[in-house]
Every structure is written in C-alpha cells, then in structure tokens.
C-alpha cells in the first residue's frame, strides 16, 4: 500500500554516516530537514550529498528542506553552567552587556531588544515554558522579575513572552548567510521560523531570488501574532508548518490542538501543503516504541488532513531513527484507512480560474466515481498534482516531470509520488504510452487496470495542462 501522508526527517549525529541515511531512505522518508540552528555548512553541504547520492541509488525522490534558525530569543550563559530557581524569588534579565557570566540573582539576554518589547505583568516563559518569569518592572536595561514556576535553568535556554508580541524580525544576519547557502545546494524547500507576517516570507523569497534560489518557502507558524493573519501568511508561502514548540508556548498547550486543526483546514483549502512538527514521537529518542498519546498524536494529524509529519530530535539525536520512521509509516497507513481521509468536498461549490486547475479537478471527480487505479499527471511545474492532492483520496497521483525542481516539490504533496519523465525524449503519439510503461515497470499498474492521464497539447510548455484522457492499461494508444 502507498502511503500519503509524507514523513520528513530530521538529520543529525544520530544519522550522520551514509548508512543511516540509506536505512532512512528504504524506510519510507519523503524529504529530509537539514537544520540551519546546528552545524557548519560543509555540514549541510556533504548531508545534502549523501541523501542526494542514497535517494538516486534507491531509484527514489527524496526532497531537501533547509530550516532556518531565525531569531531565536535565548538567555546568555552561567558561571557555572546552570542554576535553581525557587518560587517567589527576585531575578534579573539584563539586555545591557554584551558579555557576562549569569549567577543566581541575573543572567544577560541575546536579543538587546527585550527590554523594550515588555511590560510590568507580563508573563515570561523560559525552556519551552518550564519556567515562569513574572515581569515586576523595567529598571532601563534590566527586566526585574519575580520566579513563578522554578526550577534548573541552563545556558542558552530560549524566552518567549506569553501572547506574544516580541518585535524580532524574522530573518537575522545567520539567516541570510543560511539563505545564500541553501540557494547554492539548490534545496527543495526553506522554511522561515518566527513568522510575523506575509511580509517576512515576501522577503525571503526576494532574498532567496536574488541568490539564484528557486526554493520553495515554508512558514512556519510558530508565533501568536502569525494566527491573527494566517490567511495571508498562507498565501504568501508554498507551504506551512505547524511548530508547536514554540506556539505552544505562545498561546497555551491547551489551545495549540484546535488551532493545528484550523491551520490544516486553512492550508488546504488555500491549496497550500502543510506540515505538522514537534514532538511527533519524541519518546522515541529513547525508547524502540512510541507511547499510545503520540500514536493519536501522529494518527489525527494523518486524518485532519496533514501533507506530511516531521521528526525532529528522534531521527536527529535519538537512539532508533530507522525505527522512528517505521512506527510512523505504520501509524499514518493505519489512519489513512479511515473513511473520512478519502471523502473530499474541496472546491465543489466555486468556479475555477484557470484551464489547468479545472482539468485538475476534473480529473479527480472522474477518478473518485470509476474503477480507477491511477492519475498519471505530466507536469512540467508540479501544479496540476498539487490542486489534485488537495482532494482526499485513496487513488495514488503519480507527478511525472522532467525537471528536479518540479520533482523536488511534489515529494511534500500529499498523495503524490514524483517519477523522473522527459516528454521530449518521445513522438507526441507515444508519450502517453511511455508514461503508462514507467509506472508499469514499476509494479504500479498491470494489464486490465484504468488509469486518468492529464497533459498539454503542447508538450513541455508551463501551465499548459488542458486535457485528461482516461485509458486501460494495454490498450494505450
């Protein structure tokens, strides 16, 4: 069984040599995430060749994402490498020096800024929220705060403000350098962390374009002010991820599962893919199996409609990778069983605004009321198998493209396998014969099965897709 729903890895020391990442690879990975946060860039440089190397090995497409650091807020380092926090005591965030060991009454603050960004009141949230700092005033430089929940506080811990609002940009001057360098490894994906606002992937994307970048741009949505304008954030990025690290952070644990919910409703309805992320399977850093709660976890993300899950720290760090991406390929296939994953009313009541996209829609209607085994989309961009992965179905929609950045893309989109395919190499009167043979090779079609076949009447030309022919495997003409 194919599964659709796409799984992301991350890498790390944990699959750091070339045999981890072919025994990823036959795994069932769909894309990998070379996190910008850790690592040189011969670091990324020689991951992205080896996954690149394994995947063409294996005969498969896997996509490259680079995920961009961006401002992440931190507290400075200690003397002696941590403290304890006790409730109810004073403690002191200083924006001032530029360098100073922190003790048990203060610590210095990376982001210069912070002082001017709070308020007395204000609730602020260190380690992912493990401790809380209750705002008492702002003495200049220096943000006097009293413990509300304690505990052990070590170097380079993040701080978020609780509702958000902290005015970092989006992009800091590690992020450009991040930019120009997945550019030159001609990445599949960047994603943006710390997203405010349409704004910020609009210009990342006339970064990334004036470094000869051809990257698609994911936002992530990680911040609370990003949920007030998410539409717009949507329609600005080609895809986004749900970070529910920080976000939980921002606007409460409680509320992240509804607001996962809204966002994938949002995204595909946009015709955007979406990602979920963050502790998918975290237990797994240790254990060889995931706990009951992440196997609904992974399984509701699945059902909702995700493109794809992402793994973090236990394909990075943890001790099982391999088995990491098996429990969620199992998890997502048994999901993906549910009927409501295959039931889709998407654009059922609108007009279509272009020839290619109703012929994409057109084909998915036809495929979910016949006997039909496969979509075979030629694409030269990779559009016409996005709009018809936004329709849930069991019927597998195979992307066959000429181009790698085309091929790259489609490795994120729900439902869709990209398959290497040159029209130009074939007389027009063959190349729907030739594209029903790559995926017989294959063992995805036999003699006898009816397949949708959509393509140009002018072969290899962009956004040209204006016919779908339906056809039985054998009788190809």
């Known amino acids: 069984m194919l599964r659709r729903t796409k799984i992301i890895a991350t890498l790390g020391p944990a699959t750091d040599d070339v045999s981890s990442i072919e025994k990823l690879i ?34 498969r497409e896997v996509g490259i994402l680079g995920d961009l650091q961006g401002p992440k807020i ?13 409730p109810g005591q004073k403690f002191v965030l200083d924006t001032g020096p530029e360098e100073f060991e922190g003790t048990q009454e203060s610590v210095g603050v990376d982001y210069k800024q912070l002082h001017e960004d709070v308020n007395p009141a204000d609730l602020l949230l260190l380690d992912d929220g493990r401790i809380e700092l209750q705002i008492d005033k702002v003495d200049d430089l220096r943000i006097i705060c009293t413990v509300k929940t304690g505990g052990k506080l070590s170097n380079n811990k993040g701080i978020n403000r609780k509702g958000g609002g902290l005015s970092a940009g989006a992009l800091t001057k590690k992020d450009l350098e991040d930019l120009k360098t997945a550019a030159a490894m001609q990445v599949d994906y960047i994603a943006v962390s710390f997203v405010r ?14 470094n000869n970048g051809t990257a698609g ?42 607001i996962q919910k809204q966002i994938i409703e949002r995204a595909r309805s946009l015709d955007k893919p979406v990602i979920t992320a963050t502790q998918m399977m975290e237990s797994m850093i240790q254990s060889p199996v995931p706990t009951r709660a992440e196997v609904s976890d992974v399984a509701n993300a699945v059902i909702e409609g995700t493109d794809a899950v ?4 236990e394909t990075a760090i943890g001790r099982h990778p391999e088995k ?9 296939l048994a999901a993906e069983r549910q009927p409501s994953t295959r039931i889709s009313r998407h654009r059922m009541d609108r007009r279509f605004k272009r020839v290619d996209e109703a012929i994409s829609m057109s084909a998915m209607y036809a495929a979910n009321h016949l006997d039909i085994k496969a979509i075979v989309a030629l694409t030269e961009s990779g559009s016409t198998p996005l709009w018809m992965s936004r329709i849930r179905t069991a019927i597998p ?4 493209s000429r181009h790698a950045e085309s091929l790259g893309k489609m490795t994120l989109y729900r439902n869709v396998y990209p398959l290497f395919f040159d029209v130009t190499h074939f ?40 016919a779908m022919k339906i056809v039985e495997v054998g009788q190809v003409v």
């Open 26 to 59: 036959r795994a069932g990975i769909d894309l990998v995430r070379i996190n910008f946060s850790h690592g040189t860039r011969a670091d990324h440089q020689r991951r992205v060749n080896a996954v690149r190397e394994c995947a063409a090995a294996q005969g």
């Open 74 to 86: 931190r507290i400075a380092q200690f003397q002696y490498g941590c403290i304890n926090l006790e």
């Open 197 to 210: 606002n349409a704004s910020d992937i609009r210009l990342t994307r006339k970064i990334l374009q004036e």
């Open 217 to 258: 741009i994911i936002a992530k949505i990680e911040r609370s002010e990003a949920i007030e304008t998410i539409d717009e954030i949507i329609q600005a990025s080609d895809a986004v991820m749900i970070a529910r690290g920080d976000l939980g952070v921002e606007i409460g644990d409680a509320e992240v599962p509804a």
């Open 310 to 313: 992402m793994l973090s720290g």
């Open 324 to 332: 990491v991406v098996t429990a969620a390929e199992r998890v997502c």
């Open 397 to 400: 929609i195979f992307g066959l």
């Open 427 to 466: 007389q027009r009167d063959e190349i729907k014969r030739e594209a029903i043979r790559v995926l017989e090779c294959r063992g995805l079609l036999n003699t006898g099965d009816m397949a949708i076949i959509t393509k140009g009447d002018q072969d290899g030309v962009y956004g040209m897709t204006n």
